[in-house]
């Protein structure tokens, strides 16, 4: 039996690694909670083949970690699981599979429980970013964290990570599964190559807690929007299991071929996930007018479906169509898939007061804070008509509608921030809020205006600038994802809602770091000027 001439060796976000040569492959996995290594051995002329011995040696070290003899089967498989004893330190490890004269290798990490332990106890104290990032890059060697890939995204994962872990504490397996989900979502982030976010989301499936086997089936379609979510980075939910999975089932609503086939998928196969009320659709007259214009648009969220098929089913068609009458979903649409944009949108010059806009028909669930405001120029349209309530908002554009409905004539002193330049269209009202305490900026002394405000920053915004005046009308008995709210909007949420001014989602949560639409920020700021704090 001949060499290898090549070998190649291709690591996936440090859990699995793959190596191979025409028909000969090797695919190795780690799995954390086992503490042991999964191989999976392909080889050609399997006849021919000696037995195969495998061994795993730590970095620098001269003593064998595994070493054991196998006989492939007939076809040329092995399949192996190689346990890792207590005594294995954390650290970098090669599994080497020979056979013969053939021989290929491929890396991967371990982490020891046990030594990892009291690493994971100062991770879980840190609150910040940049005190995260410090203490991963000096527990790293305990962690078994490979720091050079860390580095290469540390901003990205030390925030991933943080969002995801939410105020938990963490165990050292609780830790390894979120830290490379993070490192996963990190590097899909702005990835254009789909089939590399396709082998992250592999080969991290099972740290991920996610079905890949039932993505590999889909089309190709369904798979690229997936894809496509994840090279965004909008994320609604911090569970990213349950993000997943709403996106794929997103992703197959939004390509099914037939309206029969979108109706069912809605109706049936993801009946319990959506919630939607059929009884008025049931009796109407153009169901395929509806579920056509449903079918025109392609949703990030389960809520932005909900909105557009209310919308769908109440529009006024003529006869046999449309009125109001069916309980409308409660919240906004939670469409994710616009990015953030890098300058101001072109706005018009208000037009006459009685126009309205074409995509918020009177059988909008925010039709009326979004025509009022309008009418006290506090928000504007787009050239083409339109408001676009379901874009996400960006904290510049959230400063402007604030200081626009609080503090309009006031004028703003100095720059404070290192990221907001006196040129910039926001400067005016981003240095007014900063002025009235209203925005502070992070620990770096940025006030990132181009990225979208989230909803529990929305609520801190809010308060500071009406918490004096509001009045409190009922009990904040709190949301079913009361952990996910970050400890410094806790405050806020509870103090809004009670007020009247914030409700939750349908399914009873808060979703604090989804993103906020523009929908949604008009809403809040009329509910603000019109309550006057009594509620609603």
């Known amino acids: 039996m001949s060499n290898w001439k090549r070998i190649l060796v291709l690591c996936l976000c440090f859990l699995m690694a793959s190596v191979g040569v025409n028909a000969d492959s090797l695919i190795l996995s780690y799995d954390a909670e086992n503490q042991a290594v999964n191989i999976s051995l392909e080889m050609e002329g399997a006849v021919d083949r000696k037995p195969v011995t495998l061994v795993i040696i730590g970095e620098g070290s001269t003593e064998y970690a595994y070493i054991r003899e196998y006989d492939a089967d007939a076809e040329g498989k092995l399949q192996v699981t190689a346990g890792l004893t207590g005594d294995k330190v954390s650290g970098k490890y090669l599994a080497s599979v020979t056979s013969g004269d053939s021989n290929m290798e491929a890396w991967f990490w371990h982490m020891n429980f046990a030594q990892a332990s009291a690493s994971v106890t100062k991770i879980n104290a840190v609150k910040t970013a940049a005190a995260f990032t410090e203490e991963l890059r000096g527990e790293a060697d305990n962690l078994g964290i490979d720091i050079d890939y860390f580095n290469a995204k540390a901003s990205d994962i030390a925030t991933m990570f943080l969002n995801i872990k939410g105020n938990a504490n963490l165990t050292p397996l609780e830790f390894w599964r979120t830290y490379y989900t993070a490192a996963v979502c990190a590097y899909s982030k702005g990835e254009t190559k789909y089939k590399n976010i396709e082998l992250l989301l592999k080969s991290n499936s099972s740290a991920m807690g996610i079905d890949y086997e039932r993505l590999a089936e889909e089309q190709n379609e369904v798979k690229n929007e997936l894809y496509s979510r994840f090279s965004k980075g909008s994320y609604t939910h911090w569970d ?19 309206w029969n086939a979108y109706y069912k998928l809605i109706s049936d196969t993801y009946s319990t996930e959506l919630g939607l009320d059929f009884s008025k659709y049931n009796s109407s007259s153009y169901k395929q007018d509806i579920i056509k214009e449903l079918m025109a648009e392609n949703f990030g969220s389960y809520q932005a479906l909900r909105d557009a098929f209310y919308q769908a089913v109440n529009r006024d068609r003529g006869k046999g169509g449309g009125g109001s009458g069916l309980g409308t979903s409660p919240q906004p649409s939670k469409q994710m898939e616009f990015a953030p944009p890098a300058t101001q949108p072109e706005e018009v010059t208000p037009p006459p007061k009685t126009e309205t806009f074409s995509d918020v028909p009177s059988t909008h ?8 405001l309008f009418e006290k120029n506090i928000l504007s349209g787009y050239a083409d008509g339109s408001f676009l309530p379901g874009n996400e908002v960006t904290r510049a554009e959230f400063a402007k509608m604030l200081a626009g409905a609080f503090y309009s004539g006031q004028s703003a002193s100095a720059n404070a921030f290192n990221d907001v330049n006196t040129g910039d269209w926001h400067f005016e009202y981003i240095a007014l809020l900063f002025d009235k305490g209203i925005i502070l900026g992070d620990e770096n002394g940025n006030f990132n205006p ?8 929305m609520a801190v915004m809010v308060l500071r600038v009406q918490g004096d005046n509001l009045k409190e009308i009922r009990e904040y008995t709190g949301f079913s994802d009361q952990n996910e709210i970050d400890a410094y909007a806790a405050e806020s949420v509870n103090a809004l809602y009670a007020a009247g001014i914030l409700n939750g989602m349908p399914d009873g949560s808060f979703m604090p770091k989804g993103r906020l639409s523009r929908a949604e920020a008009a809403k809040v700021i009329y509910e603000l000027l019109n309550t006057g704090g009594v509620g609603q």
């Open 240 to 258: 990213i299991e349950k993000q997943y999975n709403e996106w794929l089932n997103l992703a197959v609503i939004n390509n099914a071929s037939t």
């Open 365 to 372: 669930w925010a039709y009326s804070p979004i025509n009022e």
């Open 450 to 457: 181009s990225n979208p405000i989230s909803r529990q920053d």
